[in-house]
T-cell receptor, first 114, second 113 residues
Framework: KAGVTQTPRYLIKTRGQQVTLSCSPISGHRSVSWYQQTPGQGLQFLFEYFSETQRNKGNFPGRFSGRQFSNSRSEMNVSTLELGDSALYLC?????????????FGPGTRLTVL | AQSVTQLGSHVSVSEGALVLLRCNYSSSVPPYLFWYVQYPNQGLQLLLKYTSAATLVKGINGFEAEFKKSETSFHLTKPSAHMRDAAEYFCAVRITGANNLFFGTGTRLTVIP
């Protein structure tokens, strides 16, 4: 089975722009979660989608949004980029939205904001 | 509130020596606990998970961890370090009813030849 794929792998944007990142979960997985990883704040949960519905959201401003499609693929969008948004964005998929299901992580998209 | 604390942001061991990475959790309810490894420029890979079935959990690559409720700890160990174990390790917790993970700050393991 193919793993979680994320596109693009690297992205450079300037302040004020917006960006869309894409995540394709493992086939058959219906839950997708997004995390932000920075040297200062570590790994922080952004949001989780299951069956096209946002189930849970972390403590991030409204500039961060996401969605999930009927094929379980997910996108996250960041509007009005700030320098502090530079980070590795990780997507994780799991079979169901359940506490004991393992989350499988993709390689991440490294976003640099100049 | 649920959280994990990883003691030691950097740990160095000699090749063949014992690896011990510390993790303490804080949770008001019985947690699910995980250890992940991250190699440079890669995502996270699950090493092992505790889901209350057994207190001693064996994972991949020779790693294991023991859940100690009395100490609220879930330390990761490996009897003999290999060069390929050099990476960053994250302890994470998830509570019942929530799917998202709360991660520790990570421990970077260096293996000295």
């Amino acid at each position: 089975k193919a793993g979680v794929t994320q596109t693009p792998r690297y992205l450079i944007k300037t302040r004020g722009q917006q960006v869309t990142l894409s995540c394709s979960p493992i086939s058959g997985h219906r839950s997708v979660s997004w995390y932000q990883q920075t040297p200062g704040q570590g790994l922080q949960f952004l949001f989780e989608y299951f069956s096209e519905t946002q189930r849970n959201k972390g403590n991030f401003p409204g500039r961060f949004s996401g969605r999930q499609f009927s094929n379980s693929r997910s996108e996250m969008n960041v509007s009005t980029l700030e320098l502090g948004d530079s980070a590795l964005y990780l997507c994780a998929s799991s079979l169901e939205a359940s506490s004991y299901n393992e989350q499988f992580f993709g390689p991440g998209t490294r976003l640099t904001v100049l | 509130a649920q959280s994990v604390t990883q003691l030691g942001s950097h740990v160095s061991v000699s090749e063949g020596a014992l690896v011990l990475l510390r993790c303490n959790y804080s949770s008001s309810v019985p947690p699910y606990l995980f250890w992940y490894v991250q190699y440079p420029n890669q995502g996270l890979q699950l090493l092992l998970k505790y889901t209350s079935a057994a207190t001693l959990v064996k994972g991949i690559n020779g790693f294991e961890a023991e859940f100690k409720k009395s100490e609220t700890s879930f330390h990761l160990t490996k009897p003999s370090a290999h060069m390929r174990d050099a990476a960053e390790y994250f302890c994470a917790v998830r509570i019942t009813g929530a799917n998202n993970l709360f991660f520790g700050t990570g421990t970077r393991l260096t293996v000295i030849p």
